[in-house]
């Protein structure tokens, strides 16, 4: 079974300064790695993916991820946080046919 | 519409109430799940619709839960004999397969008293 983990439950970070969030997971094969945030108020919106190839992932809104297979991680970074990044974070691993299983999220304040 | 669309947005019941939960997709979607995101944890797999095939419903915590998908358009989450634990909000997702992303609505926020 395939499952996720977020290790941080709330990072606070500066406006302007980097930002990284952890994702580790666990599964037999090479997963499918995705990356959602969930703004106040809003629904889920995806950032990033990864199926294969080039390990390093641009996604929206300036954030990158970076699969590294050896350490079964999938971090997220962001190198200039804004204020309207404060957000809610969920990393999730998904089968190559459906499930996609969701890490509990970590929560993001950024302090001016 | 362009999005997933959900109702209601909020449902207030009784401890033991049945509740039904609707989720409309975009168009085209042939892939619906249903997710419970409860107060501090993480977004919980419940079940599973792809085309016709049989409905992965491995996520229901309980047999008080079910879900339908009909003419595999729109699906109803249905609760019985609600209880407190179950307050929660609840979403739906709809994708044309697991390459493309996932489109959430806005759920459906459940609190039972």
């Known amino acids: 079974a395939q499952s996720v983990t977020q290790p941080d439950i709330h990072i606070t970070v500066s406006e302007g300064a980097s930002l990284e969030l952890r994702c580790n997971y666990s599964?037999?094969?090479?997963?499918?790695l995705f990356w959602y945030v969930q703004s106040p108020g809003q629904g889920l919106q995806l950032l990033l993916k990864?199926?294969?190839?080039?390990?390093l992932v641009q996604g929206i809104k300036g954030f990158e991820a970076e699969f590294k297979r050896s350490q079964s991680s999938f971090n997220l970074r962001k190198p200039s946080v804004h204020w309207s990044d404060a957000a809610e974070y969920f990393c999730a691993v998904g089968e190559n046919d459906y499930k996609l299983s969701f890490g509990a999220g970590t929560t993001v304040t950024v302090r001016a | 519409g362009a999005g997933v669309s959900q109702s209601p947005s909020n449902k207030v019941t009784e401890k033991g109430k049945d509740v039904e939960l609707r989720c409309d997709p975009i168009s085209g979607h042939t892939a619906l799940y249903w997710y419970r995101q409860s107060l501090g944890q993480g977004l919980e797999f419940l079940i599973y619709?792809?085309?016709?095939?049989?409905?992965?419903k491995s996520g229901l915590p309980s047999d008080r839960f079910s879900a339908e998908r009909t003419g595999g358009s729109v699906s109803t989450l249905t609760i019985q004999r609600t209880q407190q634990e179950d307050s929660a909000v609840y979403l739906c997702?709809?994708?044309?397969?697991?390459?493309?992303?996932?489109?959430f609505g806005n759920g459906t926020r459940l609190t039972v008293t």
């Open positions: 599964y037999g094969a090479t997963p499918y």
């Open positions: 990864y199926f294969s190839g080039d390990t």
């Open positions: 619709f792809q085309g016709n095939s049989a409905p992965d």
């Open positions: 997702a709809t994708t044309r397969g697991v390459t493309s992303p996932l489109h």
